[in-house]
C-alpha cells in the first residue's frame, strides 16, 4: 500500500462518519485548549508568588513579640506588647544592620467629622519604605 492510497482510505472513513468525526475533532480541540489554560494559569501564578516575595525582600528579618496567655487563653504569637524602642535600637546597633522600622498596633477611636469607629491602628516610622522598597 503506498502513503496516497492509505491517505484516500482514511479520508473516506472520516467523510463517512461525520458525526464521529466532528465529536473526535471536538474533544482534541478543548482538550489542548484546557492544558494551555492550566499550563497558563500556573505560570502566571508563579509570577505572581514569586513578584511578592521578592517584593518582601530577600534580607528582610522581622522580629515580632512573642504569646502570652490571659485567663487560661493563648493569644497568639504578637500579641504579648513586650518590645519597646529601646530593643529597636539595640537591633539598629547590630552590625550589618541598615534599617529598622519598629511598628506599633494598639486599639482605638477613630474619628472622621460625625462618625467614628473602633478600630485597631498600626504605624511605623519612615525607615519602613526602605526596607520593603
Known amino acids: 500500500m503506498t502513503f496516497l492510497m492509505i491517505l484516500r482510505i ?3 472513513a472520516l467523510s463517512r ?3 464521529r468525526t466532528a465529536l473526535t475533532m471536538l474533544g482534541m480541540i478543548i482538550g489542548v485548549a484546557a492544558v494551555i489554560t492550566m499550563v497558563a494559569l500556573g505560570t502566571g501564578a508563579q509570577t505572581s508568588i514569586e513578584a511578592q516575595i521578592q517584593s518582601a525582600g530577600t534580607n528582610m ?3 515580632s513579640a512573642g504569646n502570652f496567655s490571659q485567663g487560661g ?4 504569637q504578637g500579641n504579648a506588647s513586650t518590645l519597646t524602642p529601646e530593643d529597636a535600637a539595640a537591633i ?3 552590625p550589618g544592620v541598615l534599617y529598622v522600622a519598629a511598628s506599633q498596633n494598639t486599639l482605638g477611636q ?3 467629622g460625625n462618625l467614628n469607629w ?6 511605623t516610622d519612615v525607615d519602613y519604605p526602605l526596607i520593603s522598597g
Open 10 to 12: 482514511a479520508l473516506k
Open 17 to 19: 462518519n461525520k458525526m
Open 61 to 63: 528579618i522581622m522580629v
Open 73 to 76: 487563653v493563648r493569644q497568639g
Open 92 to 94: 539598629r546597633d547590630v
Open 110 to 112: 477613630m474619628i472622621a
Open 118 to 123: 473602633n478600630t485597631q491602628l498600626e504605624g
